[in-house]
């Protein structure tokens, strides 16, 4: 069995090795595409240099935050409470997360302008870019995720030869670095974004009337920047964090089910299979040209389809093999499988304007802005009631399957799995996602430099597109992030347990109870300060862009250029600024409540904030994707069309929705994955330190 | 100890009575003042005439779902799944409930008249009536409730003999009679004055141009009608509804602690002496004539203060006589009547003007609707944090000083104890709250009759000081709900015990989990569902009023008359049918949470609309509130005035904030008391037939 142990190590960091191969061929074939006349050149090294400032300052203030937590790591490692792998496990997590949002903004920033440029010969060669694009970064997330995990695992086991509860317990650090810096990404990017959007949008849109990514608005620049930080390089992070999370939580409860390295190696070679499965999947996206947005949509979704139909099949395979006494497993990972695409669907029933709702929600249009808001927050507060019965019926599924009548602890681990699965198709789920910021940035450049306006028309189909497949990428990362919090709930529980301390989690525990109050209040402060962090920012951008439109003489006129680079500065200062206390609070809370609380109550503040979290993240995202697409679809000329009363009501929504679906919504999700495992790497030290000797 | 027994259930009655009697008399006083002229005289009469044809009607369709709840009932009992005084209690906590309200509302239709006439003659004169009016409706809720529960007390212990247990749960089912009630009322009432308000002004303000409460506005009766059915009848069965089910609970908690019936006698008693402090607090209301808003607001705080400081005084009394072995559980009581007293005070801070978070609100209308809304919203998540730690702090104190520590339910009873300290001064926090109402009825009437502009702008004066003291009111509900929630979970979990279900209440027993999710959703999909019904209904409203002035010729003009009653028709028939299901989901969904997951599973679920509700009814209350007040505080003269662009923002705000605040959030308090009511009530149901086998 050694032996099937170091095969299966193997066999992993192998497939992982492929992913970044496959997505290094792809990045190169991107770069190798022609990037037009120097005008585009121009316009395109503003923004990769906007970007790439953006990310060094951050990398540098997060750098500080990480210094920091490892010399407290250290210090409690060498006290006693944690392994001394811990520490560095911590940064490593915190580097890889980083690196790939970088990676994948990197390209990004090389595909936008060659897909302007391809989209001038036609739609399929601009898709073909974009999608690339999209791949490198899908590839990217989880070859760089799955080879962390491989050689973490592989050092902690064959060299160090621990066993399996510190093997997981400094990878479950390891988790919490790429949570950490998913959060600052997300936040981070998600305030500049939105800033440099809605303070554009403002001033230019509204105030002087020129179109939007109009090269004489100042903010323009820095709109397109903070579509790459935010959309890309956030949501990498981001991501990264996610597919981690869920393995390395998985393994962790298989440790807690006596199912040894083999359990740990199961969810690893699930995502393995996936590897492949989304590299094969990726070569069936492609249309002819000048195909329809329907025969677009289907295309993209050929390829996810294909991928989790060869994922199942392989994981059957893998686990009818491997586990032939439990193969029952089998089922938890295929109700995770459908439940991701089952809750993508929903979404975008929600949020396309080819469903109902957002037809209605658009209709609301004919009553005045304050209608838009109360249908829209309507719509996504009643969108969360099918996920929520989708994600129950897969735990039930998941965890009787796996075993859970006759061990609660096998039953549990059914339910990582389940999460497994459902991201085990990542590398291309991501990359029909990541592809919408560069068909975006495409259409601004397009926009930017003056090119005929078929161009635009094109980008705009695949952008458009891209906004649906977005919704079902928020479909599976909230999905994902609710099963893998749960995952980590459990070990929190199991960890704390194994020190020794008796837990009483029953509801009624006053602990518990107070526990969950806090937990279901904490994604609402966060989502405030998120969202109130949007509209500082965004408010110093209204006046530096109103003030460049004032002093610099002949800007309306285009005789003389904007100063691009102010905004961007401005962005840059004010999202680091603001992406601080937002993380704190999630450093600090399970800390605070832990001291308070002890563990029964930090327990309860988690289960709190993942099922109040979920809710929030879910109507968030869902209003905010909904509000969108209703604006998109009386711009297309329904309700009066562009200009009209209506048009402008759909705009007030959009805005309102703008922080909603892509700072605070996406924020919320890494926010209640973090609070576990702070809690986790903490727990040794609020088990002894905790609960003011009440709890 | 018998002797104690019988003389404390006198004594309740007797507070009761006077509490009735003192309502008597402070009614006749109200009518005996002044109607004025026939043209008020006739206005004063369609707003009654419409306020009574709905309540009427609202009661003929309750009735019906009372009827058949009825029956179920009584089939259940006559299985033996409930005791056979069950369906007659349920009705008569309806009965009371709706009774509460229907009290309030005659006094209001009443005082609205004699209030405008008063304020022509002063400022002291006005604030008399409005007032009175308040504290006939305070003293009605907590004379009858008290009464009910005394009545039922007696009959059941001393007539029938029943022991503690089956005493406790026939009140249960009393409170779940009141619950459904109050659920019909606040739904409904709040659907009928939130979709008359926005359709008034959609159509009068925005589009007609014409004041708000012209009587050329078609649908300025049916606003006018609609603040009494919603903001006074609705409010009376919703406060009836929680002071019951505060002081049965914590009861039904005696039971379950061992402390017998003394232990159900302590909250009935200090209900009572609360009953006496609030009748003496209301004779320190009154100010000399042309008072300043703040000697207005001093002098309506002196009565609730000396009311709260009086009956501290008499809750200590009597515990240190009662229970001198326990006496610590005083403390219990103080830490329930602070936290009420802090809440209120909080959600003032967050939505009245003469605070921060208000004005800086106000200054974002800069910016135009979309950032009032973000601000807004953003206002009301952050406001959640502080009522959650204060509410934390309370349940420990309780919990702790009642002796939570070698006995875990008598901690318990202690919480519950709290929820009965809060709500005992409710006579006068109702009365100072239900007189707003009254004050902006009469203000509607003097600009409906052309009375002299000063006359408005005493009735304005308190009116405004009606936002501040309905939010103060709003505070207390929503932490009193969430106190007695907790009380019926704990109560909830006794019974299912007492019927030899043995319960795995850890948060990690999937079917917690799952209950956890599917609780945390309901508020969402609630509240949802109420907003979205407030849209449907304003809709027609709409659409009526755009006839009216087409078709009548001289409307505009002055010459011709509105057709009033078509509008109230049309919002009794909408309001009315969209109560039905967000009422049935109430019912519901306790039920089909335990049929698929079992008593653990709709522990969960009862955890989870419990704590998430909290949190979203707080945001909703003060999201609104701050609206509200920041529309008035530009109103004032701030931020360039009334008609100002930032005007016209704030009322964006303002209009989505009105189902927030008066129809969804304080809804959610009372959803998540009737679930639990239902759960109690068919838990033995459950019990058997629950978990499909699975858990």
């Known amino acids: 069995m ?10 992993v960091l192998l ?3 492929a992913a970044l191969i496959f997505s ?13 006349n120097t005008s585009i050149k121009s316009v395109g090294k503003k923004i990769r240099r906007g970007a790439m400032a953006y990310l060094r300052r951050q990398y540098g203030t997060v750098g500080i935050f990480f210094v920091i937590m490892y010399l407290i790591l250290t210090g409690l490692s060498m006290k006693g409470f944690l392994s001394p792998f811990v520490p560095f496990a911590f940064l490593t997590g915190g580097f890889f997360s980083g690196l790939s949002g970088f990676i994948g903004m990197k390209i990004a920033t090389y595909a936008n302008t060659r897909t302007a440029c391809a989209a001038q010969k036609g739609l399929n060669k601009a898709l073909k870019i974009a999608f690339s694009a999209g791949s490198v970064m899908g590839l990217t997330v989880v070859g760089l995720g799955l080879l962390d995990i491989s050689v973490w695992f592989i050092i902690l086991k064959f060299i160090f030869k621990l066993n399996i509860n510190d093997t997981m317990t400094a990878m479950l650090t390891f ?19 939105k800033a440099a959007d809605v303070g554009a949008d403002l001033v230019g849109k509204v105030e002087a009337e020129i179109p939007e990514d109009d090269p004489r608005n100042p903010a323009c620049i820095a709109d397109n920047v903070g579509d790459n930080v935010g959309d890309v390089a956030g949501m990498g992070a981001d991501l990264y964090e996610s597919y981690v999370g869920s393995i390395i939580s998985c393994g962790a409860l298989a440790a807690t089910a006596g199912l040894g390295f083999n359990g740990v190696l ?25 195909a329809s947005q329907k025969v677009l949509l289907s295309s993209l979704r050929r390829g996810t389809y294909i991928s989790s139909i060869l994922s199942a099949i392989g994981a059957a395979i893998l686990i009818f093999t491997l586990l032939p006494e439990s193969s029952n497993v089998f089922w938890a990972v295929i109700s995770g499988l459908l439940s991701g695409v089952l809750i993508g669907f929903f979404t975008e029933y929600y949020t396309s304007d080819s469903y109902k709702p957002t037809k209605e929600l658009a209709s609301s249009s004919s009553t005045g802005s304050a209608t838009v808001i109360i249908d829209g927050i309507a719509l996504g507060m009643s969108s969360t009631a099918i996920p929520v019965i989708i994600i129950g019926i897969s735990v039930i599924v998941s965890f009787f399957t796996a075993g859970g009548f006759a061990s609660f602890a096998k039953g549990l681990y059914g ?3 389940s999460a497994v699965g459902m991201l085990s198709t990542l590398g291309i789920t991501l990359a029909t996602d990541a592809y919408g910021p560069v068909a975006d940035n495409a259409g601004g450049i397009a926009e930017m430099t003056s090119m005929p306006s078929f161009v635009r028309e094109r980008t705009d189909a695949l952008d458009s597109l891209g906004n649906t497949t977005a919704a079902t990428g928020k479909g599976f990362a909230i999905g994902s992030a609710a099963l893998t919090a749960l995952a980590l709930i459990v070990s929190y529980t199991d960890k704390v347990t194994a020190m020794g301390v008796k837990l009483n989690l029953s509801v009624t525990n006053p602990a518990v109870l107070i526990g969950l109050f806090v937990g279901a209040m904490l994604p609402f402060l966060f989502s405030a300060m998120t ?12 006046i530096e862009v109103r003030r460049q439109f004032h002093e610099i003489k002949g800007l309306m006129e285009g005789t003389a250029e904007a100063d691009y680079e102010s905004c961007v500065d401005i962005c840059t200062k004010s999202s680091l600024r603001e992406m601080i206390f937002p993380a704190a609070l999630g450093i600090a809370a399970p800390i605070a409540t832990g001291l308070v609380l002890g563990c029964n109550g930090v327990v309860g503040m988690l289960s709190g904030s993942l099922i109040s979290g979920f809710a929030l993240a879910i109507m968030m995202a869902n209003s905010g994707g909904a509000w969108d697409n209703a604006k998109k679809y009386i711009e297309a000329g329904n309700f009066n069309g562009k200009g ?32 576990s495992m702070v809690s986790i790497v903490f727990a040794a030290v609020i088990a002894s330190y905790g609960g003011m000797g009440l709890f």
């Open 2 to 11: 050694k032996n099937f142990e170091t095969r299966a190590a193997a066999a």
């Open 15 to 17: 497939c992982a090795i």
């Open 24 to 36: 290094f061929i792809n990045f190169f074939a991107v770069k190798h595409h022609d990037e037009g």
């Open 175 to 193: 988790g919490m670095g790429a949570s950490s810096m998913a959060l600052f990404a997300r936040v981070g990017g998600g305030i500049f974004t």
């Open 266 to 290: 199961v969810p690893m070679l699930i995502a393995a299979i996936g590897i492949l499965a989304s590299i094969a999947g990726t070569f069936f996206v492609s249309v002819k040209e000048d």
């Open 415 to 417: 339910v990582g799995l």
């Open 531 to 542: 969202m109130r962090a949007v509209g500082r920012a965004a408010q110093k951008i209204v």
């Open 644 to 675: 009209s009363e209506n048009h402008k009501a759909a705009v007030v929504g959009d805005t309102v929705g703008d922080p909603f679906k892509d700072t605070s919504g996406p924020s919320v999700n890494i926010l209640i994955k973090l609070l």
